[in-house]
């Protein structure tokens, strides 16, 4: 379960959730918009700011239907095909090294999809350090080989999945010798219903596949990102946009800058929450601890040689002082060494045989 190690970098269970801000396709072929999401995202405080690169001619027939949600967010058919829409939303090579360089004025990690070879082979001529699998190309094992076949880490969406075929996918990355490798639990609907999340199946994914795990996020609002957190996701997803009203097909299931900025932030509190997953007196108690709990005190006078039993102890607060209950068993029967008033705590000294 190795996760993924680049330079400076290192993604797995044990780090950080690393945060991709997916710009996706929100940048509606518009250079400045997509530095725009440029600066939004590392404003916000992700890991990469992540595009999706693509010749539509690669991927689509020229006269392929459209996705309902597609339909209802940009029109039938009729009045733009999906061949069309993509080919709107195309960056060619030129916009991808400017969007790159912006990336690094912004001290962002700039990431991209891609959605054919031809794509694959820019982004790797670009130097992209991770390729990141799109759900639509989970079950595509020659562009996994073709992928894989360049030595880069990869992130992979498994919407749309059964756990066979994610494990196919899997094992035919692993078999070009890629070992880092993170698997992102994804449900492929736009936006996605609450009870079809399916969070804990990160769970039978890492278990069955032997895999470091994450989300791709397309539930609305911020329970999902909160739960996969806390469930263990290494990877963390999600669209956001300039404007929700913008036209185009994903704008509608993203965040806004704002939201965007408040679910990273809502993110790192979880991440101090769940701490290290040692048990252990947390700095915050060590000045309450012996204040609040409570120690052996004597519930009358005792005089010298007599002894303790349940009749003159108790259990009270005593601001710190004295044995704890835990040696209560131990005392009980043992003779005092000397007088002790009433409601005085009771110690080691105290007590004739103690150390036996």
Same mark, same amino acid.
């Given at each position: ?23 996706? +396709? ?10 725009? #999401?440029?600066?939004? %995202? ?14 539509? $001619?690669?991927? =689509? ?7 309902? /949600?597609? =339909? ?13 829409? @993509?080919?709107?939303? $195309? ?7 400017? @969007? ?40 595509? #094992? ?40 993170? +698997? ?7 936006? %996605? ?42 990877? /963390? ?53 012996? @204040?609040?709990?409570?120690?052996? +005190? ?59």
């Amino acid at each position: 379960m190795n996760g993924i190690q680049l330079p400076g970098t290192i993604i797995n269970h044990n780090q950080p959730c690393y945060i991709i801000a997916e710009a996706g +396709v929100n940048h509606n072929g518009n250079l400045e918009m997509g530095c725009q #999401l440029i600066d939004i %995202a590392a404003k916000a405080g992700a890991d990469a700011v992540k595009f999706q690169t693509f010749k539509a $001619e690669e991927i =689509i027939l020229s006269r392929a239907p459209k996705a309902a /949600y597609h =339909i209802e967010s940009t029109g039938d058919d009729e009045h733009q095909s999906w061949f069309e829409l @993509l080919k709107s939303q $195309e960056l060619d090579r030129g916009m991808h090294e400017k @969007l790159i360089k912006h990336c690094k004025l912004r001290g962002i990690q700039f990431l991209s999809t891609p959605y054919d070879l031809p794509s694959i082979d820019l982004l790797d001529d670009l130097n992209i350090p991770i390729f990141k699998v799109a759900s639509t190309d989970a079950n595509n #094992l020659p562009l996994l080989r073709y992928m894989a076949s360049k030595g880069r880490p990869i992130i992979l969406s498994t919407a749309m999945c059964e756990l066979e075929e994610v494990k196919q996918s899997v094992s035919i990355i692993r078999e070009e010798g890629i070992e880092d490798l993170v +698997v992102l639990q994804c449900t492929g609907s736009y936006p %996605a219903p609450f009870d079809q999340a399916n969070l804990t199946a990160m769970h039978e994914i890492s278990s069955e596949c032997n895999v470091a795990v994450g989300y791709s996020d397309h539930v609305p609002g911020f329970n999902a990102a909160i739960s996969a957190i806390a469930l263990g996701a290494c990877v /963390y997803e999600k669209h956001f946009t300039l404007d929700r009203n913008l036209p185009g097909p994903d704008h509608r299931s993203s965040l806004e800058p704002e939201e965007l900025k408040e679910l990273i932030h809502i993110i790192r509190d979880i991440e101090l929450m769940l701490g290290d997953g040692r048990k252990k007196v947390m700095p915050c108690e060590a000045a309450n601890r012996p @204040l609040l709990r409570k120690f052996i +005190v004597t519930k009358k006078m005792i005089n010298n040689g007599e002894v303790f039993s349940n009749e003159n102890l108790t259990i009270k607060r005593s601001g710190g002082k004295g044995l704890e209950p835990k040696e209560w068993d131990k005392i009980i029967g043992l003779k005092s060494i000397k007088k002790i008033e009433k409601d005085q705590p009771i110690f080691e000294s105290d007590i004739k045989d103690f150390f036996k």
